[in-house]
């Protein structure tokens, strides 16, 4: 019992660098994402395909090999970061490539006639993205975007491969030191099972908010 | 930097990258196999009229799909030791990853299920098939047809989480990226090239599905 | 010659939750016999019939398929609980049904589709299985389709290769649920066709149906039922001209008044309406039931 109080402060310790590391990168890559996506939909014709390539190669590999590149690659171009700055630089902007997909589709699943009817109105390119295209983009997103977040709060931790103290790293460090293996993993999963959970409930309180949110597709 | 060497440099690499590619490959190609069929008993057992049954069923799913895969097979790695049997890495991948995927395998299955019309079981009720024969001859046919796009699509996410396999002392592709990489002080051109035979696998895997939809809707 | 009824039902009662169904039905079906079950919708026509080879597991009651109980049996205490799979398989083998949506299997060809209870049921070897598939696809004249795939025939051939599916394991009793309900009119007569060839070679049917003039040349004996319970059977002659139920008169009497105007199928006989004070069609109707086959 001793030991596994002694677990506790490290692990909340190490919830608090995970959540950092996720949010920020989750954030970053969702601001990323969005204006991406703003971009590709404006200049279409010239960004077309740098957008095609960058999510392929963005969502072709695995986000182990995007970290290790940033991480013990690019120093050898003379650009050196800690890990943890590697893990969100890196994390971002996997997770922009996925955001952006998001958008993408948020945007596409409104109906072009409205934005035909906005057109014929007079309505200005600037006024019908924000009143008309950008309310229903975003409530056709919401859940996909929760649910990204908790992708990206799961792939943060590959970090632990690098040694940023977030909860995977933090468990496997207290199974060295122990030798006891149960406790600390089961600490682990359960850790990580409560925060995916708490932004599932948090991302669908937030959606029963917004009102036309609860129409059905 | 000279193009010829690092020509030859990355010719070098490549037996050792390709050998890595292939264990990857046959890791994932085994867990989703064995994912498939854990995930078809997984949705029977959700689907089941035993509360108790599709409530393990949808917690199993829950743990799966909300913790990452790395601490999932840390557990598989790790915690057999803790009982006294000691597993080798490559098992504890395949275990690993295949109750993973199976999770997930669930949920696409799932949906296939419920768009069978349920015309079709009562005939095959009404004709003495018993549950076993109208799952595996009836439903699941059916079921593969209309997800193959989906499972497609799974097994590439299999291929990608598959990375993190390296950390257990399984010499998959990223292993091997790492093993060259400290062998030959220059990592970002094995990671790259690493990267690249992701990047391959997984937009062939892609190509397929791809093709398989087109040819789908032809025949529609 | 009183032989045993091939199918009984005793007092059959059907309840889902709280509404009750199926209110006490009983019916014998001969060997042989052609047995129609007519009503309005919601009357428990359907779900009797699904009773019968325990599709539902009806509540009270009994239902008898030569001579052993259906769905139940006696435990050590001498309570009723229900049976194991396999023994209702075993009681329900002679009994085959014919769906209103089909319910063939789309992945397979009308050839499998039609050879996979035999070949599922393991008793008989593939070849076997698929000679006797052939021979009932030959019997309702589909054997040239015995390689497509169902979503390639039409509604009519679908139906059609539903039928041989439930010929080909040879069963004694033939339950058809609304037969026709889901076809296109013009289709509709290609499925009747082969079910009367079925009735003139002495198959014993139970059909639910709307198509009441093939109900009344067909039936040896038509049952209404209403409200999940039994309002009148009898031979056609007596439901169709002489019913002694206002209710059931109430409920033919749409389909009188559409077959008062003209059709081309129909011939009102002039001479019959004379003598009997009945209308045309119902007199018409009245001399082909005295024999069977149309």
Redesign the interface.
Known sequence: MNAFLSMVPRFADAMLVTLEVSLLAAFLGMIGGFALNALRMRFSKALAIPYRTYV??V????????L??VY???P??GLTMTAAQATIVSLSIYAAAYFAEIFRAGWASIPHGQIEAARAFGIGRRAAFRAIELPQALAFAVPLLANQV?LVI?????A??ITVPE??MT??DI?ASTY???GP?AM??VC??LL??AVALIAARASALIPFLQKTS | MNTPDLLTRCLGYLPQLLAGALTTLWLSAVAVLCGFFAGVFIYTMSASDSALLSRAARVYVSVFRGTPVLAQLLVFYYVPSAIGLTLPGVVAAAVGLSLNTAAYQSQILGAGFRSIPRGQIEAARTFNLTRRQTLWRIEVPQVVAVTLPALVSEMIDIVKASAVISVIAVTDLMRVGQQLSSSSYRPLEVYTLAACFYLAITTLLSLAAHGYERRLAKRI | MSALPILQLKAVGKSYGATRVLKGIDLDVMRGEIVTLIGPSGSGKTTALRCMNFLEAYDEGEVWIKGQLLGYRLNGRAERIRDSDESIAEVRRPVAMVFQQFNLWPHMTVLANVAAPLVLSKKIGKGEARRKALAALQRVGLEHKADAYPARLSGGQQQRVGIARALAIEPEVMLLDEPTSALDPELVEEVLSVIRSLAQDGMTMVMVTHEMSFAAKISDKVVFMEAGKIVEAGPPAQLFGNTRTPRLQQFLKPWFDRSLSPTPTSTPNADNAATTGLNPPEAALIVTVTGRGA
Do not use: C, D, H, N
């Not at chain 1, 969502?59 to 995007?66: H, K």
């Open positions: 392929w190669l969502r072709g590999m695995p986000y182990l090999s995007q290790v590149i013990f690659g690019l050898v171009l908790i799961k792939e943060s931790a590959v632990s491969i909860l995977t468990a496997s199974v006891t293996y149960i993993y682990l999963i990580y099972w995916t959970q």
